[in-house]
Nanobody
């Protein structure tokens, strides 16, 4: 059974930090790129960070560069998103997503999704 489980969300004040984790089972985690998406109410889902299969390449949405860090621990089948200097506009449901190929190229689809975890940042 394939399971994608996010954890680490919650409510924080602006300027504080959170670290999201995503653990995968029943899936060959280390063969594929992975990403964090987020969606705020009334807005489209957006990719905030992506990491290649090995962790050797990363992409970030401009608005989170310098504040967020995506990483992975392949032996633990775990993806992370360290979020520092959080802002109210970071409030969203965050999704752990595994792609259909090894890199963050757009040719690979966003194949496997977690259930989402809430991050709320108060001003």
């Amino acid at each position: 059974k394939v399971q994608v489980v996010e954890s680490g969300g919650g409510l924080v004040q602006a300027g504080e930090s959170l670290k999201l984790s995503c653990t995968v089972s029943g899936f060959t985690f280390d063969n594929y790129a992975a990403a964090w998406f987020r969606q705020a109410p009334g807005k489209e889902r957006e990719e905030v960070a992506c990491i290649s299969w090995s962790g050797g390449a990363t992409n970030y949405k401009d608005s989170v560069k310098g504040r967020f860090t995506i990483s992975r621990d392949n032996p633990k089948n775990t993806l992370y998103l360290q979020m520092n200097s959080l802002k109210p506009e970071d409030t969203a449901t965050y999704y752990c997503v595994h792609k259909s190929g090894p890199t963050c190229l757009s040719s690979f689809s966003d194949y496997l999704w977690g259930q989402g975890i809430q991050v709320t940042v108060s001003s």
